[in-house]
């Protein structure tokens, strides 16, 4: 059985480029969340899916972030004209139902 | 503001010996939490959770306990062992968040041998 799997693992990219991460969750599961985990901190909650729909995104930080999941199954995370503090890992995490997420390894973007 | 805090950096404990992890939390629409445990370059892992309706929640040797009027968790892990170095972040929710998590700064254990 396939965990949550999240493409790029890393990413470098020069400050005002556009970068998109995604996040494959598992199977049947219709919640989808992410997180973004700046260094020595907790993840701090970004935006949440069900299905296709997202129902918060009081999360994200800028209107540069965006994020979709038009097919209720895999997701993009949208980052445009990257800044340095944007810099962080990226955690997806998905659920079935309840409170328990599982979480994918992240990806790491480094705004240099 | 931090909602969930934990006041502890970091913990080192002797293998065999208890560690006990501690989480404080604000926010009274909390109503269920929960313990990951994450190594270096992997996500946070599902370890134990506990719902407010109860004080105490054990699984092998992980014991999360609740105590809601003090607004304070906290995770017990005995016999420790040196697999369990991680970093331990303590979450919470409230059900009328869409189960969105927020987290702690989390504690880094070292147990040693």
């Known amino acids: 059985g396939a965990g949550v799997s999240q493409s790029p693992r890393y990413k470098v990219a020069k400050r005002g480029q556009d970068v998109a991460l995604r996040c494959d969750p598992i199977s049947g599961h219709v919640s989808l969340f992410w997180y973004q985990q700046a260094l020595g901190q907790g993840p701090e909650f970004l935006t949440y899916?069900?299905?296709?729909?997202?129902?918060?995104k009081s999360g994200l930080p800028s209107d540069r972030f965006f994020a979709e999941r038009p097919e209720g199954s895999v997701s993009t995370l949208k980052i445009q004209r990257t800044q340095q503090e944007d810099s962080a890992v990226y955690l997806c995490?998905?659920?079935?139902?309840?409170?328990?997420?599982?979480f994918g390894p992240g990806t790491r973007l480094t705004v240099l | 503001d931090q909602q969930v805090k934990q006041n502890s950096p970091s913990l080192s404990v002797q293998e065999g010996r208890i560690s006990i992890l501690n989480c404080d939390y604000t926010?009274?629409?909390?109503?269920?939490f929960l313990w990951y445990k994450k190594y270096p370059a992997e996500g946070p892992t599902f370890l134990i959770s506990i719902s407010s309706i109860k004080d105490k929640n054990e699984d092998g040797r992980f014991t999360v306990f609740l105590n809601k009027s003090a607004k304070h968790l906290s995770l017990h892990i005995v016999p420790s062992q040196p697999g369990d170095s991680a970093v331990y972040f303590c979450a919470a929710s409230a059900n009328n968040a869409g189960n969105m998590l927020t987290f702690g700064g989390g504690t880094r254990l070292m147990v040693k041998p």
């Open positions: 899916f069900q299905n296709e729909a997202q129902l918060d």
């Open positions: 926010n009274s629409m909390f109503d269920y």
């Open positions: 995490a998905s659920g079935r139902e309840g409170n328990e997420q599982f």
